[in-house]
């Protein structure tokens, strides 16, 4: 579980803003300062097989598989980048409006 949820993260981009226009490409708004429903979590959620969530900090994630005990993984410097300008409202555009879970298919 923690490999997939490196690599998934990597797969975001290599700044905050390749990583905001991954994210708003694929659907995956969010709150900020909500551990749970970031667009960070809401994405991982989706594309980690076997989770029932994820709460994202500062520079790490955990992620909570169905079976197992928790991984906790340190996020890409990247990753830490866009958490902390989300945080104070730099990707308006990822602000789910609504405050409702947004998690896209795929």
């Not at 579980?1 to 975001?12: C, E, G, K, S």
């Not at 667009?39 to 980690?48: D, G």
């Not at 900090?57 to 991984?71: A, H, K, Q, S, W």
């Amino acid at each position: 579980m923690r490999q997939r949820a490196i690599t998934a993260l990597n797969a975001l981009g290599d700044d905050a803003e390749k990583i905001g226009q991954t994210l708003f490409n694929g659907g995956w708004l969010g709150q900020p300062l909500d551990s749970g429903g970031c667009p960070i979590a809401r994405y991982l959620t989706t594309v980690l097989p076997d989770v029932v969530g994820v709460a994202v900090g500062n520079d790490e994630v955990t992620v909570f598989p169905i079976d197992g005990p928790d991984v906790d993984v340190t996020l890409p410097l990247a990753v830490a980048g866009f958490v902390a300008a989300f945080d104070v409202d730099a990707f308006p555009e990822l602000i789910d409006q609504a405050g409702t879970v947004s998690v896209p298919d795929i």
